[in-house]
């Protein structure tokens, strides 16, 4: 179970990620793109994905991953602290970063890695 202070430590290993105020919650962006954000909830966070993955991981694990009606027709899903595995978190993370990271961005970071 992952505490956000986790959430804080994996997206801001990311290239380029701040931590930024957001709706009144701890945010990160790339830039002034939206990655994530802690919800108000304080249980959740919202994390910017694409709709086709959203709807699978939605399916596979509703206690985990799920919206409100609210983040219907955004390309985002919360995801439940208390329930989703941290390399799950990580993995999330990490793909929404790269959804909105330049290529050279990406690049250099998988460079990073193997290093």
């Keep these: 179970m992952p505490s ?3 959430v804080r430590s994996i997206a801001l290993a990311l290239p380029g ?3 930024q105020p957001c709706y009144g ?4 962006r790339l830039g002034k793109k939206f990655l994530s954000r802690l919800h108000q909830d304080g249980k959740s966070l919202v994390v910017k994905i694409g709709f086709d993955e959203r709807e699978m991981l939605m399916a596979a694990d509703p206690q985990s991953f799920y919206i409100t009606d609210h983040y219907r027709h955004y390309p985002a899903m919360l995801v439940g602290l208390e329930t989703v595995a941290v390399e799950t978190l990580q ?7 790269r959804a909105i990271a330049s290529k050279k961005a990406i690049a250099a970071h998988a460079a990073a890695r193997k290093a």
């Design 4 to 6: 956000f202070e986790t």
């Design 17 to 19: 990620v701040t931590e």
């Design 25 to 28: 919650t701890p945010g990160f």
């Design 91 to 97: 993995r999330l993370l990490e793909q929404s970063w």
